[in-house]
């Protein structure tokens, strides 16, 4: 059974991504580059979980990594060619070990050869900095506007304190689940069961939901494209008041269900926000 490590969103700027997440009430994290040419400015969560904001900072590495055939930047720049492009790009599972995973994913033909190790820079409370390693795995990929799935394994010894980080003016505590849609949910049933190693429910008309460790993959009927990541859903503290936080600052959401959407600005895709209960 995995576990949600984060999910990547594709902005053509880290400043409009930070304005955007500010404004719903999120601490965003310092700006971080990658040695592929992306950077981030990430949005973590109390649970352990986070949402990576991505944008292309340096068009010269990212270039040279995409021609050598570097599996995130090349399904990364598949997605910011789409004309109609989707606002969630990638759903990554935290990982132990992503050798293991790469292994296991090959021998139930849904995973790829390659692997992305990698290393930055983290800028730490008193000013200095430190280095943080990964080292990432992925599941077949099934075209261009598909998203990507992944496997983070954080190689490093250093544990960030990232306490002030997760006190977000809106509450936010958590990701619970990540919604899936295609036109015919029983298409990719073998292939999500597979990448996300968890227990099937069938939730009737073809939809099914696949257990995770800590929260749920819900695949359900919808969309035009093949398979698409729709939504994630987003715990609060206080649904009533992080309503009134998005009104006095102009964010306009729907009432879906027990909860609430926000359009995302960067392409198709919601975040759906629901009341943390015990």
Request: aromatic share 8%; with cysteine.
């Amino acid at each position: 059974m995995r576990s949600i490590d984060h999910l990547v969103m594709p902005f053509d700027a880290l400043a409009a991504a930070r304005n955007w997440f500010e404004r719903l009430g999120f601490v965003v994290a310092p700006d971080a580059v990658h040695p592929f040419g992306t950077g981030n400015a990430c949005i973590f969560l109390a649970d352990g979980r986070f949402i990576e904001p991505l944008a292309v900072v340096d068009q010269a590495a990212y270039g040279a990594a995409r021609d050598a055939g570097h599996l995130f930047v090349e399904r990364d720049a598949a997605v910011r060619d789409l004309a109609d492009r989707p606002a969630l790009s990638a759903l990554a599972f935290r990982s132990g070990d992503a050798l293991a995973d790469r292994e296991q994913l090959l021998e139930e033909e849904v995973g790829e050869d390659g692997l992305v190790h990698f290393e930055r820079a983290m800028r730490l409370p008193d000013g200095g900095t430190t280095q943080l390693s990964f080292r990432l795995s992925f599941a077949a990929i099934h075209s261009a506007d598909a998203p990507s799935f992944f496997y983070c394994e954080a190689r490093h010894e250093v544990q960030p304190d990232r306490s002030a980080l997760v006190a977000h003016p809106n509450g936010a505590t958590g990701i619970v689940a990540v919604t899936i849609e295609a036109p015919d949910p029983q298409d990719f049933h073998d292939y999500l069961a597979a990448v996300a190693d968890g227990e099937v429910q069938a939730n009737g008309e073809g939809s099914f939901t696949i257990a995770l460790d800590g929260g749920r993959l819900d695949v359900a009927s919808g969309g035009a494209s093949p398979l698409a990541i729709a939504s994630f859903t987003v715990t609060v503290a206080d649904l009533a008041f992080a309503k009134d936080f998005w009104q006095g600052q102009g964010i306009v959401y729907s009432e879906r269900g027990d909860g609430v959407a926000v359009d995302c600005p960067n392409g198709h895709g919601t975040i759906r926000f629901i009341e943390d209960r015990p």
